[in-house]
């Protein structure tokens, strides 16, 4: 009678090693799945952070050359005033010069 259980013994032993492998087998591809979801959220992580800096650069670029219009309006302004300035000194001689020396 133990020679007859002996192949049914083997066969469940078979049978559970197979199951135990299939088991590895399919944690294994479980694992393998996580770790390409994984990788795929942080291809997306890193181009919305490429993106954000390609945003934030191109800002820093137009404030830059926002700065740079504001910088070249106030020098004409201050060209500008300069000019006025010295009408205004020269004018200011000239009436002075009228004043105390007539030309009559």
């Known amino acids: 009678e133990a020679g007859l259980h002996a192949p049914k013994a083997l066969e469940s032993r078979v049978k559970n090693r197979t199951a135990a492998n299939a088991s590895v087998v399919d944690f294994g591809v479980r694992r393998a799945s996580v770790t390409v979801s994984v990788a795929q959220e942080e291809a997306r992580d890193r181009v919305i952070l490429k ?10 670029e137009e404030a830059a050359q926002e700065s740079l ?4 309006l106030s020098n004409a302004a201050a060209e500008e ?13 000239e009436a002075n010069t009228d004043f105390f020396f007539p030309s009559d």
């Open 81 to 93: 005033n300069l000019a006025k300035q010295k009408q205004i000194d020269e004018s200011s001689h």
């Open 51 to 60: 993106e954000k800096a390609d945003t934030e650069a191109q800002l820093l």
């Open 69 to 72: 219009r504001a910088k070249e």
